[in-house]
C-alpha cells in the first residue's frame, strides 16, 4: 500500500508564505516526478509545480518567481514554498507521484487527500 499525505495547509494574509509537504510512504522501489496541483471552488485541477527525479522543474507561469517546488534528501518527500501569495492562491492542493512498486514491478500513479490554502485580501 502506497500513500501520500500532505501538511502546511492554512489561513494566511496576503503576501504571507506558506510551505506544504508531502510524504510517500508504503513498499516503494522508487518515486519518478512529484508534483503539486490545486484546485479552486468551482474551477477544474490544475498543475502548479513539478519535479523530476533529477530535479528538473516546471512551474504553472501563475507562480512563477513566486513557489518554489523542492525534494527532501530521501528523494520520497516534495515541499513547495509558496511566497507573496495571493488570493487567486486560494484552493485545495494535492500531490502527485509516479511510483514504481516491487514484487510485482509496476508503475502507479497515486495523490494525496489534499491540503486546504486560504489567502484572504
Known amino acids: 500500500q502506497v500513500q501520500l499525505v500532505e501538511s502546511g495547509g492554512g489561513l494566511v494574509q496576503a503576501g504571507w508564505s506558506l510551505r506544504l509537504s508531502c510524504a510517500a510512504s508504503g513498499n516503494i522501489f522508487s518515486i519518478n516526478t512529484m508534483g503539486w496541483y490545486r484546485q479552486a471552488p468551482g474551477k477544474q485541477r490544475e498543475l502548479v509545480a513539478v519535479?523530476?527525479?533529477?530535479?528538473?522543474?516546471n512551474y504553472a507561469d501563475s507562480v512563477k518567481g513566486r513557489f518554489a517546488i523542492s525534494r527532501g534528501n530521501a528523494k520520497n518527500t516534495v515541499y513547495l514554498q509558496m511566497n507573496s501569495l495571493k488570493p487567486e492562491d486560494t484552493a485545495v492542493y494535492y500531490c502527485k507521484a509516479g511510483i514504481t512498486v516491487p514484487n510485482p514491478y509496476r508503475y502507479l500513479e497515486r495523490w494525496g487527500q489534499g491540503t486546504l490554502v486560504t489567502v484572504s485580501s
Open positions: 519535479i523530476t527525479s533529477d530535479e528538473n522543474t
